[in-house]
């Protein structure tokens, strides 16, 4: 006697989780199109025939690479190579001094206890809302008093108290998080306490410490209103360089050549972005939810 098998029903997925989806997707899209839309443009013009600068197809035309050509052309006075130099010099010196600066700070407030602790953090954070354009005209008077103007130190200085709150931010909150008993068996192993940060803390503190250096990176390259006063033609970084661009009619702007020096610089951050992201991630969300 054969017996029949029951089929089991399948479960529809309710209206409401579907739409749930729908917009969950549908905001993805909207925020990576916000996103990638003006780099987008910038990549399609800078391929773009300069006499079709001003089109309004949205894919790529008329395709050429003289706009890349006009970019590095040092012959109307423009020296972007000499720029992606300067810039690559400004954003490592600045990362690095900001990191050395800012693990210790972040080491010590995520593990000292002392009187005036959370007004030292409180000063710390502050320091990243206050405007730059408030400090143009005494950095540059001090500057211009002790002959720093044109040199790299006057950009690297001011852009290491921009970015070393958020370094110390970022770095504390993770130190915060790290198991005390690791530098506790250090320590009873016969490890010093700067043995135990170097050889024990610090390893664990890599994703954060690549996060930010990245996030530093950025930032100080990106830098413009103090570099367009305090550079020089020798010292100018890439965001400088491509703002003073000049083309055969020193009237017109050339539009294609500042969108092809623009992809150059911005394409390598990208891909730099998009290899590392997840350590980006992980580091930015580390030490944000309690074990």
């Known amino acids: 006697m054969a017996v029949a098998t029951k089929t089991p029903a399948v479960q529809s997925v309710p209206w409401t989780k579907r739409l749930t989806s729908v917009r969950l997707y549908l905001g993805v899209l909207i925020i990576l199109v916000w996103g990638l839309g003006p780099f987008y443009w910038m990549a399609v013009t800078a391929f773009r025939d300069p006499d079709y600068t001003f089109e309004n197809t949205p894919w790529p035309t008329h395709l050429t690479m003289e706009n890349f050509r006009n970019a590095f052309d040092t012959s109307r006075g423009n020296d972007f190579g000499k720029a992606l130099i300067n810039s690559l010099i400004i954003g490592t010196v600045t990362t690095v001094l900001a990191l050395v ?98 050889l024990v803390m610090l390893p664990l503190a890599a994703p954060a410490v690549f996060t930010t250096a990245i996030l530093a990176f950025i930032a100080a390259v990106n830098e413009y209103l103090l570099a367009r006063l305090l550079s020089s033609g020798t010292t100018e970084p890439v965001t400088v360089a491509i703002a003073r661009f000049s083309g055969n009619n020193p009237l017109v702007p050339p ?19 998009l290899i590392f992201q997840r350590r980006i991630i992980s580091g930015l969300t580390a030490g944000g939810v309690k074990s």
């Open 101 to 198: 600066i800012g693990i210790f700070a972040a080491y010590a407030l995520a593990r000292l206890t002392f009187r005036g602790k959370y007004l030292v953090s409180g000063l710390i954070l502050s320091a990243s809302m206050f405007p730059v354009v408030v400090l143009v005209t005494p950095l540059f008077q001090l500057f211009t008093n002790i002959g720093w103007i044109g040199e790299y130190q006057a950009m690297i200085i001011p852009n290491i108290s921009f970015v070393l709150p958020m370094t110390v931010y970022i770095l504390a909150s993770f130190f915060t998080e790290l198991p005390w008993e690791l530098e506790e068996a250090a320590r009873i192993d016969g490890a010093s306490k700067m043995q135990a940060f170097r």
């Open 255 to 273: 539009y294609a050549a500042i969108m092809a020096a623009g992809t150059i610089v911005t394409i390598p951050l990208v891909i730099m972005v």
